[in-house]
């Protein structure tokens, strides 16, 4: 039977079309393209052909080159072929190849051929008693089931080059999409190549910028390896170094890299902000900190003047009942604190040569726990004061008398300037200066 792919020489006359010696389709069966009537011009010329189908009774080709030399192409063609109903040739300029050309033909035995295949006519002819019979191959009405094909597994080996925000980030692995088309068959199929890496989440796709910027290059390499089997893609590999480049360390500086941009962005207001507003655009990434691992990730980075006393505020900050305030310009924390009188909340700048700045809330730390709206009021009468010297300077509110309101100078010139800024704290928090 014949099957996709297979290379046929075809003999064309006025007649019909022979695949082999005894097996003739008729001219008037015969389709040129989809509308196309089969008229040659000459009167027999060889015609090389690719079969594209062959189901139901009808044999599609795809015309090649024509071959005047080839004297016995035919025998080699199973004879059982003869299911064959129409031959629907159909390629580029199909039309002119069959109709142009002036090449000399030989007789070839094309009397013989044309004695095998009888011309249509609407007469019923009476046979000769004298004529000797002529073997015709007759054709079964009833084709015969083509049985599969075993074609063989076929490798190609393929790279594309992508930019970064092309490359999408799942659990485990990196995805790249690129249409292959498979030679011979003509089917283009849509695929997926995945790359794998264990240390990338789902939540990743936000540190692609950050990834691109340490990596330092703007486009990346994927190399495939693309296994097929006739028409179908039987497997996919791809590697890509850049994706293995992308590591445990370098992830972790994702949040060192997220501070340092949101700082330079930050904008001229005071207002109040949470570790969530400056990692908003990163929550699903995984990578989005606590309050006091950010206290912490931006000493590292920034190690600024007053590291020593944020990070001891940072220990005493009751980070479970108030999230972390901080005022992007100057950069400043607003600690939540408790002592022996109550609770305070605490302004300390991080770079800046500001004296710390207290205020003692109005209820003790279990009244706040007990009632939340307490807590928010506390809150919002001490941002409304921070905003009150954001207006007018910090000199001129420390003169002014404001209720409830404590500030300590940070001791640059000594030594020890650390351990006095700490001594007058807990004073200031157990009530021992009053």
């Known amino acids: 039977m014949h099957y996709i792919g297979q290379q046929l020489i075809l003999r064309m006359h006025l007649e019909g079309v022979c695949l082999c010696d005894d097996i003739c389709i008729p001219y008037y069966d015969v389709q040129v393209g989809y509308n196309g009537k089969y008229s040659p011009h000459q009167d027999l010329m060889w015609r090389q052909a690719e079969v594209v189908d062959f189901s139901e009774g009808t044999l599609e080709c795809r015309i090649g080159e024509h071959q005047p030399d080839r004297l016995n192409s035919f025998f080699s063609q199973d004879a059982d072929d003869g299911a064959v109903s129409k031959l629907i040739l159909r390629g580029g300029s199909v039309l002119e190849k069959l109709t142009g050309g002036s090449l000399p033909i ?143 360390e370098l992830i972790g500086g994702f949040k060192y890299w997220q501070i340092r941009r949101k700082l330079r962005s930050a904008e001229t207001d005071e207002d109040l902000v949470t570790v969530d507003d400056l990692f908003d655009d990163a929550k699903d990434s995984g990578l989005k900190p606590t309050d006091e691992e950010f206290v912490e990730d931006l000493l590292a980075v920034k190690k600024p003047k007053h590291a020593d006393t944020v990070r001891y505020l940072s220990k005493l900050d009751l980070y479970d009942l108030m999230r972390l305030r901080m005022m992007k310009k100057p950069f400043a924390f607003l600690f939540l604190v408790s002592g022996e009188k109550g609770c305070f909340l605490i302004l300390e700048t ?26 928010q009021r506390e809150y919002t009468w001490v941002e409304k004061e921070i905003s009150i010297i954001s207006a007018e300077n910090r000199k001129p509110y420390r003169k002014d008398s404001h209720e409830n309101f404590e500030w300590i100078r940070h001791e640059y010139e000594k030594p020890d300037g650390f351990e006095l800024w700490k001594q007058r704290l807990h004073q200031v928090l157990d009530g021992d200066g009053e």
Do not use: C
């Open 350 to 375: 991080l770079n800046s040569k500001e004296a710390s700045y207290i205020w003692r809330l109005n209820a003790p730390e279990s009244e706040l726990r007990a009632n939340r709206d307490l807590l």
């Open 106 to 248: 030989p007789d070839w035995g094309l009397s013989r051929i044309r004695k095998s295949v009888p011309a249509p006519t609407t007469e019923r002819r009476k046979p000769d008693p004298r004529a000797v019979p002529q073997p015709v191959r007759r054709f079964d009405p009833q084709p015969k089931s083509a049985e599969p094909t075993e074609y063989p597994i076929r490798t190609f080996q393929k790279e594309y080059t992508y930019r970064f925000h092309e490359m999408r980030i799942v659990a485990g692995a990196a995805i790249f999409k690129k249409s292959f088309t498979i030679p011979d068959f003509y089917r283009t199929i849509d695929l997926e190549l995945r790359v794998e890496n264990e240390f990338l989440e789902g939540g990743y796709e936000y540190i692609k910028p950050y990834l691109e910027n340490r990596i330092g290059k703007h486009k990346l390499t994927v190399s495939a390896v693309i296994r097929t089997q006739g028409d179908q893609i039987v497997s996919t590999e791809a590697t890509a170094t850049v994706v293995d480049e992308i590591t445990p």
